[in-house]
T-cell receptor
């Protein structure tokens, strides 16, 4: 079993829909990251969370430390949100390494 | 503008040849990382360096080598010992583990 599991692996939705991507992890962590990878391959960091909730524009990320679960939500989705969304966790002992989920491929149709 | 550059974007090599991928950053970050991405899999750490002249193996270091002679540069050499080198390679840097900044990636194809 992978240390970081994302669901769903693929998600297709219509423009305007509310999107939820989930991430579960099995190790103790210091922080959880959400990343976005566009078709060209470049990766952008969206959020870093250690507790609670963060919001940036139409994106919202939440984390439940007790349940070892995080969600990324997109409100009023748009075709330009189409990308691969990646969850990654940083280890509790402060190790300089991230463990990555396999990614969720999101496609928003107009 | 501050950022990370990787070159080239696409690289083609014959089997048995060593190839070096470039990664440069002007963010003044101490830590730099190399990841490999294969279809349907998460990023896997090849090597990382927390400071100049020091680096550690990641989860899949076999068949790869790195150097960190300057803070700005962390080149990755894919050697002929790497059994399946065709992949997308991403370089990243960070001040600490709080946020990693990624380069645009190099897609390596070995035939």
């Amino acid at each position: 079993k992978n240390e970081v599991e994302q669901s769903p692996q693929n998600l297709t939705a219509q423009e305007g829909e509310f999107i939820t991507i989930n991430c579960s992890y099995s190790v103790g962590i210091s922080a959880l990251h959400w990343l976005q990878q566009h078709p060209g391959g470049g990766i952008v960091s969206l959020f870093m969370l250690s507790s609670g909730k963060k919001k940036h524009g139409r994106l919202i990320a939440t984390i439940n430390i007790q349940e070892k679960h995080s969600s990324l939500h997109i409100t009023a989705s748009h075709p330009r949100d189409s990308a691969v969304y990646i969850c990654a966790v940083g280890g509790e002992e402060g190790a300089q390494k991230l463990v990555f989920g396999q990614g969720t491929r999101l496609t928003i149709n107009p | 503008d501050g950022g990370i550059t990787q070159s080239p974007k696409y690289l083609f090599r014959k089997e048995g040849q060593n190839v070096t991928l470039s990664c440069e950053q002007n963010l003044n970050h101490d830590a730099m990382y190399w990841y490999r991405q294969d279809p349907g899999q998460g990023l896997r750490l090849i090597y990382y360096s927390q400071i100049v002249n020091d680096f550690q193996k990641g989860d899949i270091a076999e068949g790869y080598s790195v150097s960190r002679e300057k803070k700005e540069s962390f080149p990755l050499t894919v050697t002929s010992a790497q059994k399946n080198p065709t992949a997308f390679y991403l370089c990243a840097s960070s001040i600490d583990l709080s946020e990693q900044y990624f380069g645009p990636g190099t897609r390596l194809t070995v035939t």
